[in-house]
């Protein structure tokens, strides 16, 4: 078992950047592949980023403004939001998927570990 917490979610303006962490305990951080993913009011959990040994991979939405990326030794993941946007406005989890299997990162239902949530409101 791996327990996750989020951190870092706050109030910013559009155009401005936040970093995200997920702290986990509990379990060999290593041995987990990593994401985010966020939802907002009214509309389906979506897929952020992951980070699956090395190799990171991102939605459409995001790509060339977030990064993902992990520190094994603090067991922490992270996302960095740069020039962020009022339609990035969501709650923010982690999840966690053990290696091992084969799995399909970008999906919600292969993750049996999931962090509390951090809000991220874009507003001006």
């Known amino acids: 078992q791996v327990q996750l917490v989020e951190s870092g979610g706050g109030l910013v303006q559009p155009g401005g950047s936040l970093r995200l962490s997920c702290a986990a305990s509990?379990?060999?951080?290593?041995?987990?592949?990593m994401s985010w993913f966020r939802q907002a009011p009214g509309k389906e959990r979506e897929f952020v980023a992951g980070?699956?040994?090395?190799?990171?991979y991102y939605a459409d939405s995001v790509k060339g403004r977030f990064t993902i990326s992990r520190d094994n030794a603090k067991k922490t993941a992270y996302l960095q939001m740069n020039s962020l946007k009022p339609e990035d406005t969501a709650v923010y989890h982690c999840?966690?998927?053990?290696?091992?299997?084969?799995?399909?990162?970008?999906?919600?239902?292969?993750?049996?570990?999931w962090g509390q949530g951090t809000q991220v409101t874009v507003s001006s």
């Open positions: 999840a966690a998927v053990r290696y091992g299997r084969s799995f399909i990162l970008t999906a919600t239902h292969e993750y049996g570990y």
């Open positions: 509990g379990g060999t951080f290593s041995s987990y592949a």
């Open positions: 980070i699956n040994w090395s190799v990171t």
